[in-house]
């Protein structure tokens, strides 16, 4: 489900998420969980993909996916929908990481959107690559 309501971040807001090499979420911080409007067992063990919302192109995420497992950061603007099918945009950084036992995993650190302008100007962005897919 999609809604046209969108959610916005406070100032303040920083919304934490761990998965492992998947993508399968181990860890979501309290903000995610408010955010996303999902309990934190209901995240725990789902694909990380389980807020993506339909706008965003596919390319965006291969981008994503092709730099962070080359073991690079990873940044960008990212359109996100909760539980409910709200909206919420996010500037999103993706970092790759080993555990102490050699398991690859990435830890997702997300901040409010700086600005509207900086949201129309993604949004039409994405319905441009959306379009070529």
Known sequence: MI???EILL???TFLVSETDERGIIKFASDDFCK???YEVNELIGKPHNIVRHPDMPKAAFKDLWDTVKRGEIWSGFVKNRS???KTYWV???VYPYKDNDGQ???L???TKVAS???IQKYDALYKQMREQE
């Open 116 to 118: 509207r302008d900086e």
């Open 104 to 106: 690859k995993g990435y």
């Open 83 to 85: 539980k409910s099918g």
């Open 3 to 5: 809604s046209s309501d």
């Open 91 to 93: 500037y999103a950084t």
């Open 10 to 12: 406070d100032d303040d």
């Open 108 to 110: 997702s650190c997300r």
């Open 35 to 37: 955010i996303a409007e």
